[in-house]
């Protein structure tokens, strides 16, 4: 199978010009107008007051504007087997994964969200509950000298600090369904000097995700449950269709 430009099908050539013009336009031209981009349409916790429904969308076609290896390596991933996907399915039930599974990714990463910021909701509603900032002490210096209306302001701003972007959990959700229809095609790994099956090459991504999440891995600011659950996602979509004898058509 040969790869080029002219033999990119048209879904997975438009995903990675929009994602290019919208990377491009967050990196250099909207800076200067001082718009953030990726702050207005990256996906917010949903008790953020940042946080808007069409993020679920948005978030998947943004990147990481401090270097170009974050849209790279992603749109790289996308053309490596988003087109062989759309050739088997057809460029719209492959923008139906695509979408499906980017969303999928969203959700998950609120419900991560959710988990890890619970104790820190408690703290701000015990604290405004009592009207009495040194329960946020702990998180917040000189807390105990707030008044109820800085700990609102504080809480939503505390809760609007993550933003979660880029197309990576729609990628692992791309990554799953090729290693499920090709579990055979070898592949190679980076420091692994003999190819492996695609099945066994999506298992070890997963694990390594799933460790990395378990074990709070943060250094690398990835969301790598919100990969997680590109995968769950793909999977649940890919068992729907594999019932209905629509996994290869």
Known sequence: ????????????????????????????VLPKFRIDLNSLLGLHYWSSSAFKPWQFITYMFLHDTSSISHIFFNMFGLWMFGVVLER???????LLFYL??????????????????????????????NNDGSYLSSIITNAQHMTLSDMVRMKDEFFSI???????????????????????????????????????????YAVIELLLGVWGFSVD????????????FAAILLLIWKRQGRLYN
Do not use: C
């Open 1 to 28: 199978m040969s790869y080029g430009r002219v033999n990119t099908p048209p879904v997975v050539l438009n995903l990675i010009i929009i994602n290019v013009l919208f990377w491009a336009a967050a990196s250099f």
């Open 88 to 94: 088997v399915w057809g460029g719209k039930k492959f």
């Open 100 to 129: 499906f599974t980017g969303v999928g990714a969203g959700v998950i990463q609120e419900l991560t969200w959710m988990i890890d910021f619970a104790k820190y909701g408690e703290m701000f509603r015990m604290a405004m509950e």
């Open 162 to 204: 993550p933003v979660t972007v880029g197309a990576s959990g729609a990628l692992f959700g791309i990554l799953l369904a090729f290693g499920w229809l090709f579990p055979e095609q070898k592949m190679f790994i980076i420091f692994v000097p003999i190819p492996i099956p695609a099945r066994i090459f999506v298992a070890i």
């Open 221 to 232: 600011n990835v969301a790598h449950f919100a990969h997680l659950g590109g995968m769950i």
